[in-house]
């Protein structure tokens, strides 16, 4: 028997009833992504941008009111190239604006994004004239900060729109490349980005000694195929930080939390959760894209066969051992380009001896830690309270993402070619009978929940905030 085994196996069984399990996962993530797909059909006519759902959500990590909605937008008809002349432009891509990145002067995983094309017929070209600069004669170069500004002036032109007022607020403050819009109390975080091709990065990811079994091969062979992008935010501590760009490997990181086991990724979920209520306190840069660097270099760099069910506090223990190792030495290498540190210049000496005293204290509560995570206390209450209503109540739940996702997916594949105004969803809303269905099931599915809660004396009246999650 493997140490921890019996609260391994308890504590997944929980996570499984709480839809954290492979198979809900694997329904949010299918769903998602069918989402995704229509949406960016539904507005390929009318706009400059295409969607990729990103973070938990497409992770499918996280329930559908669980944490924030979290999407990149990307320019289309734009590329950055490692390599690149005005005259291959000329000849070969007309149609497309085209920068080259530039890294000599910045930190690995970042660029300066120096101009070589800009083609005037399309609609973008203003967007970019507005937010270059001239370092020298005829020698221009993006400006992430420009850009991000040039986009949020955008935003709120849109949200003035008729139809639209009181729908969304957009944040005076970016968070790092984020943007941060509040829809109907939901806040969402929105990063431009522009299309990437950097091989050099991800030939040497791809090509790194790898003593272990993952990633498997095919995973490898996927990830470096998919498309990079860069994100407007400029490296902290550097003199041309408002031009710089972050280079990002977001689908492929993506790829990678999919092809995690169950335990890794119950690890992940545990992870990102005990590290936003014990650590992120302390340091806001203790973030859940730093939690899931730590799993894939655990995953990376241990026997694969190692992380089983009846291992999985074990290998949180692990993981957070290995987060502290990091902090220690002040060194994060990044598990997409290891040259780039990701706590270079975030972290005071103060708050260092105090996250490592934090999980120093984490690590010697073995699996009582995870009862600092509000979800996992309630659920082994109700569990222990009433195990047939906390089974009711966990079916139930399911069904109710489950109809969500769907009328959701309904909603978008009925609204017109360009909407442009809230007023164009509400009506899609009531003249689609099928997506009507989903609503009133989706409803109906929420106020069963909310009795469950009522029968086990755990809410006394409609609290939304404990039936959506």
Known sequence: MTQYENHSVLISNLLDYKGYGGQMLSIRREIQSGIEDDLNQKTASCCQFYTLLVGSKAEGLTAPFENDLDMMQV???????EHSTLVEHQEEHEEEHQFKLVSDLSRPGYSLLQTIHICDSLDTATLLYKSMVELAPDNLYLSSDFLKNEIKKLLIGICKLPGNQGFANVHNETQGPSIVINKSETPSDTVV?????????LFAWKS???NHQWPPIA???EVSSLDSHVVPVGHTGSCLQSLEWRICFTKGEIKLVHSLNDCLTKVLILLKQIAKVTLKPLSKDMSSYLMKNVVFWLAELNDYDYFTQDALIVALKKALADLKKFVVANNFPSYMIPQRNLLEGK???SQRIKI???????LKEGPYMVLKIGKIRNAISMCYKS???FSRITMKLHEMHINFYLFLKFLILSLPKSPRVPDDIVRSLFSNSIVGIFWIRFSLSM???AQCYKDIGEIKFLDCSNVLC
């Open 447 to 449: 106020l069963d929940v």
């Open 347 to 349: 972290l005071t000496h």
């Open 356 to 362: 490592c005293m934090r999980i120093d204290s984490l």
């Open 193 to 201: 980005a522009l299309r990437c091709e950097c091989p050099s990065y």
């Open 75 to 81: 320019l289309k008809d734009t590329v950055c190239k």
């Open 208 to 210: 790194r000694k790898r």
């Open 219 to 221: 995973v490898v062979r």
């Open 387 to 389: 195990p047939t209503v």
